[in-house]
């Protein structure tokens, strides 16, 4: 069974740390993992240098978390973790209080940077970071090329982590601009693991700036209309409320209702040009279940919030079985 996984940060990673439980016990290897074969496309728009290091959020929250390795509390960076470098830095006037670099993090992107620089492409710089961590999947970045997600406010055009972190989305946003993405290519194997697949799974992460992101590069979203396997997503909006972070902004930026229906309908059907087949919202959204049938969407309702692992991987299993592809 090959799965694909197109993925943010923490609700990616905590959704595919429940998929892999789950097919670890129903497709289990006699070796503590399992058979299926799955593929995590990570969204790099979040990326950035800073302090000369590039920096990749939302692969190293996918590869400390499935790693065993990340900070629960958070959901991002290392657990144990300490800020002296940072601190030091700021006795000489530089870093950036708001985003700061752990340690043991720094370590990651130093690893990195000199692997990068090195002429390595990102690619083949993450499967190497990843041999240490065994995060039991194929972790792919969504391309080698540098793209980086920008917010377009009435004061000027930032980065989205500046705007993300340091202003909690608070600034009202006008719109997003992923600088270099019209350029970028997939990274060698992402086509393959969405042509391939058996089935392609869109967890709970923004659909505006995680999701959005690795569809705007050239050739993913032609795949995923595609491919002949089902696509199925699961809603990051429960009650009409992000069910983690501000995704209410970065919709509401882009004219879309923080809304279950409205997010499935802004990704689309297949059968109408957009990405889906199927769609999972939380039983708190169940009644927008029998509208989405009627436009012609496989669509459920399950209690989608994840609590724990074993949560999780029910939630991972009622996606599934919206395009019968439980193991």
């Given amino acids: 069974m090959k799965v694909t996984v197109l993925s943010g940060g923490v609700g990616g990673a905590r959704f ?11 497709l289990p290897d ?39 390795a990340v900070h629960e509390g958070q959901g991002w960076g290392r657990r144990e973790e300490s800020t002296r470098t940072a601190t030091d830095l700021a006795a000489y006037g530089l870093g950036w209080e708001w985003f700061t670099l752990g340690d043991l993090d ?52 930032i980065h989205f982590e500046e705007w993300w972190v340091r202003h909690r989305a608070a600034v009202p946003a006008r719109g997003f601009v992923q600088v270099g993405v019209e350029h970028a290519t997939p990274a060698p194997g992402v086509l393959e693991a969405l042509t391939e ?63 279950a229906g409205a997010v499935a309908r802004h990704l689309g059907l297949r059968a109408d040009g957009g990405v889906l087949d199927a769609w999972l919202v939380d039983d708190a959204d169940a009644d927008a279940v029998p509208v989405l049938v009627a436009e012609g969407w496989r669509a459920a ?24 592809r439980t193991p």
């Fill in 16 to 26: 595919t740390r429940g998929l892999l439980a789950l097919l670890r016990d129903r």
């Fill in 30 to 68: 006699g070796a503590g993992g399992t058979t299926a074969q799955v593929t995590v496309v990570a969204n790099t728009g979040d990326d950035l240098w800073l302090h000369g290091v590039r920096v990749c959020p939302d692969l190293d929250t996918l590869m400390y978390t499935l790693g065993g």
């Fill in 106 to 157: 720094l370590a990651t992107h130093l690893a990195r940077t000199s692997l990068l620089r090195g002429g390595e492409p990102l690619s083949r710089v993450t499967a190497r970071l990843a041999e240490r961590w065994r995060p039991g999947v194929r972790l792919l970045p969504m391309s080698d090329d540098e793209v980086e997600t920008h917010v377009v406010t009435d004061d000027g055009t």
């Fill in 197 to 259: 697949a058996d089935v392609v799974l869109l967890p709970p992460s923004n659909p505006v700036v995680s999701v959005g992101t690795i569809l705007g590069v050239p050739g993913v979203r032609d795949a995923l209309r595609t491919t002949a396997a089902p696509v199925v997503g699961v809603s990051p909006v429960v009650g009409g409320a992000p069910v983690r972070g501000m995704a209410d902004a970065c919709l509401a930026a882009i004219g879309v209702a923080t809304q």
């Fill in 301 to 324: 309702a399950a209690p989608t919030l994840m609590t724990d692992v074993p949560t999780t991987a029910r939630i991972a299993e009622a996606a599934l079985a919206l395009v019968d």
